[in-house]
């Protein structure tokens, strides 16, 4: 029983936002075994090196990962597992949603209307001097 202790404490750990380690570390293997893909405009090249949805694809990999742990630790525990993952899913779900509406939002990489401000235009403030 010691060691089904041990697992509950660790799925309960991904199931409270653990999931970002093991997705973080899924989606740089992803990126680095289809690095080839890069800017061929797919899907693989928009879900993995798109600022705009990669946010997304961590947040997809990290639900991959942590509903099948909310279903686990409800069997170990003897509890329901579909309501566990639909427990789950439901912030997934809206945190996900929200996520891709203030991607669609954002300026693309080769839009002319944003203004990017050089760092070398900034002039550090010990530099001027009040004139009296």
């Not at 991959?64 to 597992?81: H, K, M, T």
């Not at 050089?118 to 002039?123: E, F, G, L, N, R």
Request: proline share 5%.
């Amino acid at each position: 029983m010691q060691t089904l202790a041990i697992v509950l404490s660790i799925l309960k750990y991904v199931i409270s936002g653990g999931a970002g380690i093991p997705a973080s570390w899924l989606f740089d293997w992803l990126r680095t075994r289809y690095a080839d893909r890069k800017g061929t405009g797919g899907v693989l090249d928009h879900m993995l090196f798109s600022p705009r949805y990669v946010r997304l694809t961590v947040l997809f990999l990290s639900a991959l990962i942590a509903l099948p742990c909310a279903a686990l630790a409800a069997v170990i525990e003897g509890q329901d597992a579909l309501q566990a993952v639909d427990a789950l899913a439901a912030p997934f779900l809206a945190f996900t949603i929200s996520q891709f509406v203030h991607a669609r939002s954002l300026p693309t990489a080769t839009d002319t209307t944003v203004v990017r401000v050089p760092d070398t235009a900034v002039v550090p403030v010990d530099s001027f001097e009040v004139q009296v």
